[in-house]
């Protein structure tokens, strides 16, 4: 199947657009699209410091997934970024949009940061990471990161 969709950065005009992908994610018992936007409206993370975006991807107005980069909170240092909230939709699994976002957020990622960091528990997702060459990591934070952005190249 292929789809007409549009990437948009997420923003405070478009956040009410990730409501829907929210409860389709709670009904597959993932939370992460409803703590990205309960962060967004608290002010705990609206992805607005430097380097920092969320973006969806948009099937005509509707929002069927997300991810995003962000500073990585748990150091002093700005340039590791942080993977975060990547969810799809159960209905649009397997045609290769999280491969889509995951590029984008690492193209991206480069402009900003020196290593990029994500903690995921999901084998799935772990497998796709692990596609891009992201190294395994045991840490209580961290499972996998890419720690040389500047000569990364996409797979």
């Not at 409860?23 to 936007?37: P, T």
């Not at 002010?43 to 500073?71: A, D, P, R, Y």
């Not at 969810?87 to 991206?108: A, F, N, Q």
Request: proline share 2%; glycine share 6%; net charge neutral.
């Amino acid at each position: 199947m292929s789809l007409d969709y549009k990437i948009k950065e997420i923003t405070d005009s478009n956040l009410s657009t990730l409501e829907d992908l929210s409860l389709d994610a709670i009904a597959d018992g993932h939370h992460s699209v409803e703590k990205a936007i309960k962060e967004w409206v608290d002010g705990t993370n609206s992805f607005s410091k430097n380097g920092e975006k969320l973006w969806g991807i948009f099937l005509n107005e509707k929002c069927i997934g997300i991810g995003g980069v962000m500073q990585y909170p748990f150091i002093d240092d700005t340039t590791v970024g942080r993977v975060r909230r990547v969810y799809i939709s159960t209905k649009y699994r397997g045609l290769g949009l999280s491969k889509v976002l995951l590029r984008l957020i690492i193209e991206k990622a480069k402009e900003n940061f020196k290593t990029l960091r994500l903690s995921t528990h999901n084998p799935v997702a772990a497998h796709l990471y692990e596609s891009f060459n992201f190294e395994k990591k045991e840490d209580d934070k961290v499972t996998h990161q890419i720690t040389n952005l500047e000569t990364y190249k996409l797979p």
